[in-house]
C-alpha cells in the first residue's frame, strides 16, 4: 500500500493504515507459531484422506484406512456377545427350575437380568422394580400368575393380553356398571364389602351377598384370589389401581385392564431366562411348585384389582 513506511524509532515497516495518529507495525509472526500452524495444516489434510470427515448428499468420505466408530462398536459388541456367549448357552440348555442349583449360574443369569431389566422393563415397573399406579410391584410376594421361575418365565414369553399370542395371560373383569350387570347402589354395597376384606370398612351384608354371587366364582370367597385364573387377592394391602372407596367402585364399574408385551417376540429365550431369574431374586420369588393350568386366552374372568 502507498502509505506503507519504515517507522525510524524501530525500523520496521508498517502496515499502510493508521487510526487517530496511531499506525501498526507489521512484525513478523514467530516462527514456532507458523510452523505449528503449518502442521495443523498438514495433520487435517492427512485426516480428511485418511478417516471419514466429508459430509456428501448421502454420505460422508470414509477414509483410506475404513475406519468408523460405528465399526469400532461392531467390533466391541461382536467381541462382547463371544465372551458371553458360553454363558448365555449354559443359561439356554439348563432346565430353569435347576437354575438355582448352579449358584454361579444363577449369579451369572441375575446380573444379566438386572442389565436386561433397566434396558426393557424400568419404563413400566420402574428403575426399583416397585411399580406404580397401573404398573405391579415385582418386589413383594403378591404374585397374580405365581412367582416361581417358569411361571415368571411364561408370563415374559407370552404377556399378559398380548394380541396375537395364544398363550398371553389372559383374564376379563366384567364392567359391572358400565355394562348395567350391577346397578348403582348394589356397586356401593360390593365396594363396601371389599372394604371390610381387609378391615378398612364395616361389614354388609348385602355387599357379602352379591359379591358372593358375581365375585366370588373368580376372588374366592374370602376374596384371597386365584391364580388358576389370574385374579387377584383382595384381602391384603397390594392394590394396582388404589385401595380408596372411590377407586375400588371405579374398577368395579369400569374396570382397566394393563397390557404387558409378549418379550418372547423381541428377546432370545437366554435373555428371557435371565429376566425371569433377576424378578425371582428381587424378594418375591417362590420355590418351583406344579400350579393349576393357565385358562385359555379367551377365558373371561372377573378380577377387581391386579398384582404381579
Request: charged fraction near 15%.
Amino acid at each position: 500500500m502507498g502509505n506503507k513506511r519504515i517507522d525510524e524509532p524501530t525500523g520496521i515497516e508498517t502496515v499502510g493504515h493508521e487510526w487517530d495518529g496511531i499506525e501498526e507495525l507489521n512484525n513478523p509472526l514467530p516462527r514456532w507459531w507458523l510452523w505449528t500452524f503449518y502442521a495443523t495444516i498438514i495433520w487435517a489434510v492427512g485426516y480428511v484422506i485418511l478417516y471419514p470427515a466429508l459430509p456428501l448428499l448421502e454420505k460422508g468420505t470414509e477414509g483410506v484406512l475404513g475406519w468408523t466408530s460405528r465399526g469400532q462398536l461392531a467390533q466391541e459388541m461382536s467381541a462382547e456377545e463371544a465372551r458371553r456367549a458360553p454363558i448365555m448357552q449354559a443359561i439356554a440348555a439348563t432346565p430353569l427350575e435347576l437354575l438355582p442349583q448352579n449358584t454361579d449360574l444363577m449369579d451369572q443369569a441375575v446380573a444379566g437380568g438386572a442389565a436386561a431389566f433397566r434396558v426393557h422393563c424400568v419404563q413400566c415397573h420402574g428403575a426399583n422394580a416397585a411399580g406404580s399406579e397401573g404398573f405391579p410391584n415385582l418386589t413383594d410376594d403378591e404374585w397374580l400368575w405365581g412367582g416361581d421361575l417358569p411361571s415368571i418365565e411364561h408370563t415374559l414369553l407370552h404377556g399378559i393380553r398380548h394380541p396375537g399370542d395364544a398363550q398371553t395371560r389372559t383374564s376379563m373383569m366384567p364392567a359391572f356398571g358400565r355394562d348395567g350387570l350391577l346397578g348403582a347402589n348394589e356397586i356401593s354395597a360390593v365396594t363396601a364389602h371389599v372394604l371390610s376384606l381387609t378391615g378398612k370398612g364395616a361389614a354388609n351384608p348385602a355387599g357379602a351377598e352379591l359379591f358372593a354371587n358375581n365375585c366370588a366364582v373368580c376372588h374366592g370367597p374370602d376374596g384371597g384370589g386365584l391364580r388358576a385364573f389370574g385374579t387377584p387377592s383382595l384381602n391384603d394391602a397390594v392394590w394396582l389401581y388404589g385401595s380408596s372407596a372411590d377407586q375400588i367402585r371405579a374398577q368395579i364399574f369400569a374396570p382397566r385392564h394393563g397390557v404387558m408385551p409378549a418379550w418372547g417376540e423381541r428377546l432370545d429365550p437366554a435373555t428371557i431366562r435371565m429376566l425371569a431369574a433377576y424378578v425371582h431374586s428381587l424378594g418375591g420369588g417362590e420355590d418351583f411348585a406344579v400350579v393349576a393350568p393357565v385358562p385359555a386366552a379367551d377365558a373371561v374372568v372377573a378380577p377387581v384389582d391386579e398384582q404381579n
